[in-house]
């Protein structure tokens, strides 16, 4: 099964997020981390991020596969499979911590598709070299 799951996820390899219709899910490394917020009370803040932290724990987000906080930050990295950015931004936005954070976003890709960009490359360059070179 994993085997078959690592091919369709070659189908579009590693395509910055976006996505056509017909293909699966993608995964995609959130780092979030709060910002100070001079409209919101310091009791505020630490509700909201009570609630984040509960609900995540509970796996109320069923696309939220994965959540790490950072030791001694008030930030952390979380893994969203969703379909497309609208999705994405869709499981973001229901965070209640999601007003007063920022995110950086990476689109995960797979081994085997960095593998074939690698072999793509070696090919170029040898294209590119003198037939005597070689």
């Known amino acids: 099964m994993a085997a078959a799951s690592a091919t369709k996820r070659d189908r ?6 976006w996505l056509s219709s017909g293909f699966d899910n993608m995964e995609f490394l959130v780092i979030s981390r709060a910002v100070d917020s001079a409209n919101v009370p310091p009791q505020a803040t630490v509700a909201l991020a009570k609630q984040t932290f509960q609900m995540l724990k509970a796996n109320k987000e069923p696309r939220i596969k994965a ?3 950072f030791a001694g930050e008030r930030a952390g990295v979380f893994i969203v499979e969703a379909k ?8 973001i936005a229901n965070l209640p911590l999601s007003g007063i954070s920022t995110n950086e976003i ?5 081994l085997d598709a960095v593998l074939k960009t690698i072999d793509i490359a070696e090919q170029r360059i040898a294209q590119m070299m003198p037939a005597g070179v070689r």
């Open 84 to 91: 497309s950015g609208d999705e994405l931004q869709e499981v």
């Open 67 to 69: 959540v790490y906080p």
């Open 12 to 17: 579009y390899e590693i395509r910055l997020g």
């Open 106 to 110: 990476h689109p995960l890709g797979t």
